[in-house]
């Protein structure tokens, strides 16, 4: 089973700073890798996607605060995350699509808390 290794969440303080990881198995090509987030009692929202261009795309709340990035061998992904809110407190997933399969990868989950 293809399987998606997420680290990096945990607890920060309010204008902190903390930096997810996601390395996906690098037997595959990834168009495009995002992280989306899930916050307690609303769905699950994009927050970044980068793609195999090298473009980026970014949710309206996290601009200018949160950085996404892949590494050389395109197979890992990274969420810079600086001045966070509390209100960015939820569970964010990393997603692929790998190009040789018809069904995206999702990670585990990995909880983000930021006190105030």
């Known amino acids: 089973q293809v399987q998606l290794v997420e680290s990096g969440g945990g607890l920060v303080q309010a204008g902190g700073s903390l930096r997810l990881s996601c390395l996906a198995p690098?037997?595959?090509?990834?168009?495009?890798m995002a992280w989306y987030r899930q916050i307690p009692g609303k769905e699950r929202e994009l927050v970044a996607r980068?793609?195999?261009?090298?473009?980026?795309t970014y949710s309206d709340s996290v601009k200018g605060r949160f950085t996404i990035s892949r590494d050389k061998a395109m197979n890992t992904v990274f969420l810079q995350m600086n001045n966070v809110k509390p209100e960015d407190t939820g569970i964010y997933y990393c997603?692929?699509?790998?190009?040789?399969?018809?069904?995206?990868?999702w990670g585990q989950g990995i909880q983000v808390t930021v006190s105030s």
């Open positions: 997603n692929v699509k790998p190009r040789e399969s018809n069904s995206d990868l």
């Open positions: 980068h793609t195999i261009a090298r473009t980026t």
């Open positions: 690098r037997r595959f090509t990834y168009p495009a």
